[in-house]
C-alpha cells in the first residue's frame, strides 16, 4: 500500500513542478517512481527516494538503494543514484525492441539528465550491450557516459572495451 501511495504522490509531484519548468514546445515524458520512502524540500526543489528504488523513464529502468531528483539552475532535471555499500551498484536497462538489444550497466553511482537522456556511470563502471541475447559489447572504467541520444560512450580513466560483430 505504501508502494502504491507514493507512486501516485510521486507522479503527480513530479508532473506538476517539474513540466512548469519545461518550456510550452516539449513535453517531458513521464517519470515513474517506486521506493520504501520519500523525503521532499520544496524550496530546493529536490525530491529524495530511500530504500528499493525502481525508477522507469522512457526506455530506461533504474535500480537503487537511493535517489535524488534536483532541478538544475538552467531548467534541466537531474537524477543522482547510489547504492548503499561497495557490495552493491545501481543497475540500468536500456530496451531497444527496434534493434533487439538491450543494454545493462552498472556502477557504483549513476547520474541521469532526464532531458537529454545523458546517464554518468561513476566508480566501477560497466556497460553490457546484447544483441539477440549474445554480448556484442563490454565496456569497464572508472567513468563512462552514455549518451542515449545518440548512442555513444565517452569513457575516462583505466578503460577497457570489447567488441565483437553480432
Known sequence: MNYFISFIFIYLFI??????????TSEMPAVHIYSDSLLFDNSKKEKFF?????????SISLYADKMNIYE??????????EAKNKNKSVIFYINNLKKSELIKGNSSKLELDFQTGKLSLIGNAIITRYFQDRIIEYIE????????SIDKYHTQHDFRKMVQEP
Open 50 to 58: 530511500i530504500g528499493n528504488v525502481i525508477c522507469f523513464y522512457e
Open 15 to 24: 508532473n506538476s513542478q517539474f513540466c512548469c519548468a519545461q518550456s510550452n
Open 72 to 81: 538544475h539552475i538552467n531548467g534541466n532535471q537531474l537524477a543522482t543514484a
Open 141 to 148: 572504467g572508472n567513468i563512462i557516459i552514455y549518451f542515449q
